[in-house]
C-alpha cells in the first residue's frame, strides 16, 4: 500500500474535483466509487453546495481524501465533484442522499463515515459527530479509541492533538438534516460526522487565503492512519 498520501490526495483534487462548476448535462454532481467492505466514506461538500440562498465554499480535500482512503481499503466512496444543489448535509430532499439509501441498501454497508472541513481556527484536530452518541452505536467507542491510538485525544490540551467528541456544532445533526442524521434515522446505519481541521486535511498552502496557514503533515499522516484503522477495524 502506497502512502504517499498528500501527492495523491492533491492529485486527485487537481484532476478530478471542479469546485466551482456545474454538473456536465445528465450527470451528477457526485460520484460513487465502489467498494467490497462494509464501509461507505462520504463527502457531500468536496465541491461549493447550495445552502438555502448562496453557495457555500467547498470542504477542500475531502473529495479526494473520500477516494483515496477508498482506494486503500476497499470502503465504498461517495463524494461531489461538481458543484451541487441543494446541499445534501441540510435537505434531505437530495440526488445524493437518494443514492446513499440505495447503496446502503444494496451494499450492505454497516458504517458511514461523512468527511467535512473545519477551518484552521478551530479549537480541535477532528471533531467526532455522532449526534450526542445516537448514531453510531456500535462503533464509536473504536472510532474514539483508534484516533487516540494516533495520539488524538478528547482531553489533548493542544488544539491540534484533541478529538472533539460532539462539540456545539459539529454534534453531526442534532439540529440540521445532516448525512449522518439521514443515514442513522432514515436508514438505520450507523454513521458519524468527521470534521477535518483544515491544517489535516488541506495539502498545498496556496489552496487557502492566508498567507499565515502551513498544513501540517505529520499530522494529517496520523488522521489518515487513523481513518484507515477504523475503515478496515469494522
Ligand atoms: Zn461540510
Avoid at 480541535?124 to 485525544?153: H, K, V, W
Avoid at 445532516?178 to 470534521?195: G, L, M, S
Amino acid at each position: 500500500m502506497t502512502n504517499d498520501w498528500a501527492r495523491r490526495i492533491s492529485q486527485f483534487e487537481a484532476a478530478q474535483v471542479r469546485h466551482a462548476d456545474d454538473p456536465l448535462p445528465g450527470q451528477a454532481a457526485f460520484r460513487y466509487r465502489p467498494g467490497t467492505r462494509p464501509v461507505l466514506i462520504s463527502a457531500p461538500h468536496g465541491a461549493y453546495h447550495w445552502r438555502q440562498d448562496y453557495w457555500k465554499r467547498p470542504d477542500g480535500y475531502t473529495a479526494a481524501l473520500a477516494h483515496v482512503l477508498a482506494e486503500d481499503t476497499g470502503a465504498h466512496a461517495l463524494y461531489t465533484v461538481r458543484r451541487i444543489r441543494p446541499d445534501p448535509n441540510f435537505e434531505d430532499d437530495s440526488e445524493y442522499k437518494r443514492m446513499l439509501a440505495r447503496l446502503l441498501r444494496q451494499r450492505h454497508i454497516r458504517l458511514v463515515l461523512d468527511l467535512h472541513g473545519a477551518s484552521p481556527e478551530r479549537e480541535f484536530a477532528l471533531a467526532l459527530g455522532t449526534m450526542d452518541g445516537q448514531s453510531c452505536p456500535n462503533y464509536e467507542a473504536i472510532i474514539i479509541q483508534t484516533f487516540r491510538e494516533q495520539a488524538f485525544a478528547p482531553d489533548h490540551n493542544h488544539a491540534l492533538d484533541r478529538l472533539a467528541v460532539n462539540p456545539l456544532h459539529f454534534k453531526g445533526g442534532t439540529l440540521q438534516h445532516t448525512v449522518t442524521r439521514f443515514v442513522w434515522e432514515q436508514c438505520r446505519v450507523n454513521a458519524a460526522q468527521v470534521e477535518l481541521n483544515a491544517y489535516l486535511r488541506v495539502v498545498r498552502s496556496d489552496a487557502v487565503n492566508t498567507s499565515t496557514f502551513a498544513p501540517d503533515p505529520i499530522r494529517q499522516r496520523r488522521a489518515i492512519t487513523a481513518l484507515i484503522n477504523i475503515i478496515m477495524t469494522v
